[in-house]
């Protein structure tokens, strides 16, 4: 049986230690730490700091991210979440023209997310790519002048769950009331921006 996509920290270590054929023993004395200290780790008692945790990853010979959990800041945890992504939701790397894509196995043309909604909630990996049209479209907007960066921000912590925040703050500052994120199409980002809101963005962006 393989580690269960939300294993804990002290699952991670035990999954790890057994498939390199240790007991809690052997790996405590390879890592100079007591058998009950192991133990507990795995039992999810006691979290081992930095350097025992590095310890541990050395004497099993598994990347230090794999078993920590990733952070997506680090290189070595963002390929850990990539991973994740691959096995839950099916996006995977492949090569087109030349560039590397992520797509879907699974892949939905954009026409048939609405109304369908059967389609939509028919496994992990379609719901995603529907809320990825949301992300599509606010990307489209951003580029185009049509969101500033705080805005931008603003929706990413509001989207899919508080979008009526979002909408409401939009109101406050006279945008569309019609605008909508739930399975549009993206939105095409030709609209030139304003000489102010392009200056506004640069600003924002250190530039």
């Not at 008692?45 to 050395?58: C, G, K, M, Q, S």
């Not at 963002?78 to 992520?102: C, M, R, W």
């Not at 569309?176 to 000489?195: I, N, W, Y």
């Amino acid at each position: 049986m393989g580690l269960p996509i939300d294993a804990t920290l002290g699952e991670r270590i035990r999954f790890y230690r057994q498939q390199a054929g240790l007991t809690q023993k052997e790996l405590a004395g390879l890592c100079e730490v007591s058998e009950s200290a192991i133990r507990n780790y795995e039992l999810g008692n006691r979290v081992p700091d930095f350097l025992t945790l590095h310890a541990i990853t050395e004497k099993l010979r598994v990347n230090y991210a794999a078993i920590a959990g990733e952070k997506v800041t680090d290189l070595e945890g963002a390929l850990q979440a990539l991973y994740k992504l691959e096995e839950i939701y099916g996006l995977y790397p492949t090569e087109v023209d030349g560039q590397i894509h992520f797509v879907f196995r699974d892949g939905v043309a954009v026409d048939r997310f609405k109304p369908d909604l059967d389609t939509v909630m028919s496994s992990p990996g379609t719901l995603l790519q529907y809320r990825i049209l949301g992300l599509m479209k606010a990307c489209a907007l951003h580029d185009a002048g049509e969101l500033t960066d705080e805005e931008y921000a603003l929706w990413k912590s509001k989207f899919p769950a508080y979008m009526s925040d979002f909408y409401e703050f939009r109101k406050q500052v006279v945008r569309t009331e019609e605008e909508t994120f739930e399975g549009a199409a993206p939105v095409p980002a030709e609209k030139l921006q304003s000489p102010k809101r392009s200056r506004e963005r640069k600003i924002n962006s250190g530039r």
